[in-house]
């Protein structure tokens, strides 16, 4: 008897699935058009949340080239590539110091961005976007896609949700909305970075050691957007550095003459530091001020003791309705870093500055 009733139940659940869901041409229809809209739901993300130097917690989803000039640190230039397919997004990256200055590498510092050396750098992010495909969303999604599609001259083909919640009725809107859970994304970026060092141990002859150090960083970024123009990330990052000694002058005579010469050096092996960071970020852009958004962050380096406050105001001409970059992007980034074990520093020490252009262009064209 248990049996049969249970058997009784799956078929009138079949039956009744049956009957609510369309067959052939329609239903084939109804699904082409609601996996291209998921699949648009999550590149708009990225696209809306492009970021000039690449160091936002969502991954850019268009190839770019950045140049970065930080106070004190010099010039840096960055190639970033990437391909997204479906809701994945993949990328390696090549930054390079491109002026004379400083030998030392570290792969990322608190507020003064990528220093000089060499990174090597790849990422993969996944969005997490399970829409409810029920026949209720389906028929909402479709009948105001339609309706708008009538009245305001829009190809109803390739439209998104983002421009049909723009120009939804509320009612409407509602009952999108109450369809959709909210998207999450994962990003998780490694990179190795190549510094050079040159140092003594020896006091008498001053004979110099070089040598190169190759040290990682893993960072991986979980974050929630709120819409298309803003979201909220916490990212754990993994870093390796290598901490020079102080460097030394010294006065040397010049062969059997009277006559001397200065010789600086750093003494002593560079210190292998290791660290692991916790960063808050909030991106916000802003409709009603053209081309403009920012993206405060917070940073705490836990075995080293540091905090950092990040302020990135980013001047984006933003991206094509087909994810295509409209041209030259930039911004700058101001930030304050202090040690917290002891005293905090002071502002005008502690304040680093940085700018940023970047050029993304187009290297994938299949990106869906």
Partial sequence: MKKLIILMFLIVRSC?????????????????DIKKVTKNLSTAVGAANFTPNGNGAISNIISNFNLSSTLEEGVNGKIDLKYSKHYFTYGISLSQKLSEGDNKATLYDFNKGLSPGTTLGANIQYMLWKNKKSLTYQDVFLTVKSRIAKYQGIAAAGMTLDTVLKYATPEEQLKLAGSDKSPVFFNLTVSFTKSQFSYTTDSVNLSPIDENKITPNINFAVGVPFSFKSYLAVTYSYSETYDEGSSITFIRPFGTTDNNYTQTLTFGAPSHVID??????????????????????????????RLAFTLPVYFIKGITKDYEAKGLQGGLSF?????????????????????????PFTVFTDMF
Avoid: C, M
């Fill in 276 to 305: 692991h960071k916790i960063t808050a970020e909030y991106r916000r852009n802003f409709e009603r001020i053209k081309n403009l958004a920012i993206a405060p962050s917070i940073i705490y380096g836990i075995k080293s003791e």
């Fill in 16 to 32: 009744v699935a049956l009957a609510q869901n369309p067959t052939g041409a329609d239903a084939k229809t109804d699904k082409e």
């Fill in 335 to 359: 930030g304050y870093v202090t040690d917290t074990k002891t005293k905090w520093v002071k502002f005008k020490d502690g304040f680093g500055a940085q700018l940023i252009l970047t050029a």
